[in-house]
């Protein structure tokens, strides 16, 4: 299967701050998804992102399939983005290991 | 909006005992997948079942599970045996095709 790699592993922010979250693959992908976990474990589709870039709200994403990796940014984060982030090729369905988010106050 | 259900929330059970965990995906969709994390670590991939078969499966899908569509509407994981290392949260996902999944709240399964 498709080796996901994710970075940075983990990361402290301050309310407010902005930051890139980065998925690479082993192999190219024709489609991706990103993924949020909450502090209560629950899964959220953030988006499901084949090529090019999203946006929803103050989060998007951008994956370049050609260069096998994908992109979350996060911007003018909130306490309630924290939790961890996952990324996973739909055609592999196997999971990165995640980046751990926590934003401070 | 379309949600997967899942049932227990939460089970607990004696070492060698059978668990089935229960899902109901959403009805459109024709693909499922189970997958298990245990606390603290990543999300691994355990099946996916697509026209009442099996369609992939991890090397953690070992012979102690099994998974089946009883009805129109149930998709089931059953752990024959279970071990201590079976503690784990178990999510179940549907999807209309190989494509977006939708996940369930998933189901933790404790072993003694």
Same mark, same amino acid.
């Given at each position: 299967?498709?080796?996901?790699?994710?970075?940075? !592993?983990?990361?402290?922010?301050?309310?407010?701050?902005?930051?890139?979250?980065?998925?690479? #693959?082993?192999?190219?992908?024709?489609?991706?998804?990103?993924?949020?976990?909450?502090?209560?474990?629950?899964?959220?589709?953030?988006?499901?992102? !084949?090529?090019?870039?999203?946006?929803?709200?103050?989060?998007?994403?951008?994956?370049?399939?050609?260069?096998?990796?994908?992109?979350?940014?996060?911007?003018?984060?909130?306490?309630?983005?924290?939790?961890?982030? #996952?990324?996973? !090729?739909?055609?592999?369905?196997? #999971?990165?290991?995640?980046?751990?988010?926590?934003?401070? !106050? | 909006?379309?949600?997967?259900?899942?049932?227990?929330?939460?089970? $607990?059970?004696?070492?060698?005992?059978?668990?089935?965990?229960?899902?109901?995906?959403?009805?459109?969709?024709?693909?499922?997948?189970?997958?298990?994390?245990?606390?603290?670590?990543?999300?691994?991939?355990?099946?996916?079942?697509?026209?009442?078969?099996?369609?992939?499966?991890?090397?953690?899908?070992?012979?102690?599970?099994?998974?089946?569509?009883?009805?129109?509407?149930?998709?089931?994981?059953?752990?024959?045996?279970?071990?201590?290392?079976? =503690? &784990?949260?178990?999510?179940? &996902?549907? =999807?209309?095709?190989?494509?977006?999944?939708?996940?369930?709240?998933?189901?933790?399964?404790? $072993?003694?």
């Amino acid at each position: 299967g498709i080796q996901v790699e994710q970075s940075p !592993p983990d990361l402290i922010l301050q309310e407010g701050a902005n930051s890139t979250l980065r998925c690479n #693959f082993s192999d190219s992908v024709n489609n991706l998804q990103w993924f949020h976990q909450n502090p209560w474990g629950q899964l959220i589709n953030l988006f499901y992102i !084949p090529s090019g870039t999203k946006q929803n709200g103050r989060l998007s994403a951008t994956t370049v399939a050609t260069e096998r990796y994908s992109l979350l940014y996060i911007s003018s984060s909130q306490t309630t983005d924290s939790g961890v982030y #996952f990324c996973a !090729p739909v055609r592999d369905m196997r #999971f990165g290991a995640g980046t751990r988010l926590t934003v401070k !106050p | 909006e379309p949600e997967v259900t899942q049932t227990p929330s939460h089970q $607990v059970t004696q070492m060698g005992q059978e668990v089935i965990l229960r899902c109901v995906p959403i009805s459109n969709h024709l693909y499922f997948y189970w997958y298990r994390q245990i606390l603290g670590q990543k999300v691994e991939f355990l099946v996916s079942f697509y026209n009442n078969e099996i369609s992939e499966k991890s090397e953690i899908f070992d012979d102690q599970f099994s998974v089946e569509r009883p009805d129109g509407s149930n998709f089931t994981l059953k752990i024959r045996s279970t071990k201590l290392e079976d =503690s &784990a949260m178990y999510f179940c &996902a549907s =999807s209309e095709g190989t494509q977006k999944l939708t996940f369930g709240a998933g189901s933790r399964l404790t $072993v003694l």
